[in-house]
């Protein structure tokens, strides 16, 4: 070799170099893969939190209209029993 490495890199070092980028790449090729699943995870529970929240808002609603007919028939209540004293 007639560069400025010679001395430094020897032949058996660029076989030792190639298996150290190909195990550094396949860790990095894992932890892609692990943050794809985890990006998609996160998208379904974001989805599952909306449906969730759309739910929420509908036993909310329905919860304000029950009260508003309690009220009604409590009123109703009261009108008849003054009628009947």
Do not use: Y
């Not at 894992?30 to 929240?53: G, H, K, P, V, Y």
């Not at 759309?54 to 309690?70: G, I, P, S, W, Y």
Request: proline residues 0%.
């Amino acid at each position: 070799m007639n560069t400025r490495l010679t001395g430094i890199i020897r032949e058996g070092d660029t076989r030792d170099l190639k298996e150290w980028i190909e195990k550094i790449a396949g860790a990095s090729a894992e932890r892609t893969t692990e943050m794809t699943a985890l990006r998609e995870e996160l998208r379904e529970i974001r989805q599952e939190m909306r449906a969730m929240q759309k739910q929420l808002d509908t036993l909310v609603a329905m919860n304000e209209k029950f009260t508003r007919m309690e009220q009604k028939l409590e009123n109703i209540g009261n009108i008849l029993e003054k009628v009947s004293d």
